[in-house]
């Protein structure tokens, strides 16, 4: 036998590995990619916007006389009545002045019994007299005005609703200029949602909804939806109520105000949300948000053409609907675009169409299909 050298071999074996690569590929051939094509329908649109939540009347306590906290009688999310009890100040200095002020009405008004006939009788002027009732009158304001702040060291709930944090305890010396308050008091049945636009949102707002005025533009707008912090959807729908005359110079932006009911007490003042705002839009563009991906913060897309050859193109959103992109440019109708699997292609690359299962893609994709059947027989 002849023999065969090493280098021989190895040159026949990379013949046939390269052989079996050119034939996997050629067996392989394009990737089939899901893909729909562009259509115009209706669309339910929807903006979201942060809010920040407050009771119907958020009312801060504070005291109207200084003094010591002797009692607190509630505690942090306690529901209260209107004229509860939330707190008692130690007044025992202002019964020692109301004591005072008590004397000096006696002392006032003994000065003026005994003037009294002596005017009658022509002894004295009726000056004297006019004189002892002004400073009896005096005392009885004083006295009056004492009383009176005694009677503020007890301090009742204004509304109905539920008690906010305490940061003062009992002993805390307290005034009426203390910059934080003793407790607030959230009317919570019916809780505001705050929320903001900006100038281009309220315009599209004032021009979608009908109505010559700001009150009539808010009766056609639709309800709204509050979406919580864990991403559920509020049970209770809510209705923008109020907005804002003036724009923010600084920010830009006009406050709106929504209004949701809280029977069960879910919401809390002081807590946030997402406010979502339906729109119905007419003859809009709708994409797969799996179809978008973005390149140095743009967002594109891949559309096939005739040759089922895979371009990117740029395309502009305005907002979502459902799982879809509202598109408003960078696409027509007719256009076919890959739905999933974009981060798996490069541009010019030759796929296999496959329509998607969808009403949309068994209606306008056919030919699509066609020439993927052309393309997988070859």
Do not use: H, W
Request: charged fraction near 20%; glycine fraction near 6%.
């Amino acid at each position: 036998m002849k023999k065969i050298s090493l280098p021989l071999i190895a040159f026949v074996l990379l013949l046939s590995s390269c052989g079996k690569k050119e034939q996997q590929a050629a067996v392989k051939g394009p990737a089939p990619f899901p893909v729909q094509e562009i259509i115009t329908q209706d669309a339910t649109v929807y903006q979201e916007f942060t809010a920040n939540l407050e009771g119907q009347q958020n009312v801060e306590i504070r005291p109207k006389v200084s003094g010591f906290i002797q009692k607190v009688y509630v505690d942090e999310g306690q529901v209260v009545r209107k004229g509860q009890i939330l707190f008692k100040l130690e007044t025992q200095t202002l019964n020692q002045d109301a004591s005072a002020a008590k004397a000096m009405v006696s002392a006032a008004q003994v000065e003026v019994d005994r003037l009294k006939p002596l005017v009658e009788r022509s002894i004295i002027s009726n000056v004297q007299l006019a004189t002892a009732k002004a400073k009896l009158a005096q005392a009885k304001s004083a006295y009056g005005s004492i009383a009176a702040n005694i009677g503020y060291g007890t301090i009742y709930s204004p509304v109905n609703g539920v008690i906010g944090s305490l940061p003062f305890k009992e002993g805390s010396l307290v005034n009426p200029t203390s910059e934080m308050p003793l407790t607030t008091v959230s009317d919570t049945k019916i809780v505001r949602a705050y929320f903001s636009m900006n100038e281009k949102q309220v315009l599209y707002f004032n021009k979608t909804f009908k109505g010559a005025t700001t009150a009539e533009k808010l009766k056609s707008a639709p309800e709204v939806s509050l979406i919580l912090v864990d991403n559920s959807e509020y049970d209770q729908k809510g209705k923008i109520a109020t907005i804002n005359g003036l724009v923010n110079p600084t920010t830009g932006t006009t406050e709106f105000r929504a209004e949701f009911k809280n029977p069960e007490g879910i919401l809390r003042s002081g807590s946030s949300g997402v406010v979502r705002l339906p729109i119905v839009q007419s003859n809009v563009i709708l994409l797969p948000q799996n179809a978008v991906f973005e390149v140095q913060g743009k967002q594109m897309v891949y559309a096939v053409d005739k040759s089922n050859k895979v371009k990117s193109k740029i395309i502009e959103t305005n907002g979502t609907s459902d799982l879809n992109y509202i598109v408003t440019s960078g696409l027509a109708e007719g256009d076919v675009v890959v739905v999933e699997g974009a981060s798996k292609l490069k541009e010019d690359m030759e796929i296999v169409p496959q329509p998607t299962k969808n009403t949309v893609a068994e209606k306008v994709i056919p030919a699509a299909a066609e020439t993927a059947t052309k393309t997988t027989t070859k």
